[in-house]
């Protein structure tokens, strides 16, 4: 599995994580995102996210290189989902493991600041009252 993943089924944190596992690694950080209830001000009943997959998993890769780079980490994974998703299933998915919990915080941030910023997914959300909206337009 790459260490950025696009996935259109939910997948298992514990099977992403294992691979970060390593004897230098002292502290491990993550982050998970889920599809919440509501958005500015409006009831959301669910959400579909589209990306463009090879754009995607190349511009994913660059970040976690990037992390890898910047950052005194071990190892780092990244997670995201695409298709229609529920009210509280996991959308995204960071793991960072380093020697220290300073590094692994930092580099769980960066990453998930980076992918939301940069990597070609875009967010559809349903909203209750029955219409729906893109967010963050390119």
């Not at 511009?59 to 990037?66: D, T």
């Not at 780079?69 to 071990?74: L, N, P, S, Y």
């Amino acid at each position: 599995m790459a260490d950025f993943s696009l996935h259109a089924v939910p997948f298992d944190v514990q099977v992403l994580r294992a691979p970060l596992a390593h004897s230098r690694a002292g502290a491990y950080a993550s982050f998970e995102g889920w599809v919440r209830d509501h958005h500015e001000g409006r009831a959301v009943a669910g959400l579909f996210y589209e990306a463009y997959v090879a754009l995607a998993e190349a511009e994913g890769a660059k970040v976690l290189a990037e992390a890898r780079a910047k950052f005194d980490i071990v190892e780092v994974r990244c997670a995201h989902r695409v298709g229609e998703l529920a009210v509280g299933d996991l959308a995204v998915w960071v793991g960072v493991t380093a020697a220290h919990r300073d590094a692994a915080f930092a580099a769980c941030r960066y990453v998930i600041d980076e992918v939301k910023a940069r990597v070609p997914v875009w967010k559809r959300e349903r909203y209750v009252e029955g219409d729906a909206g893109w967010l963050h337009p390119l």
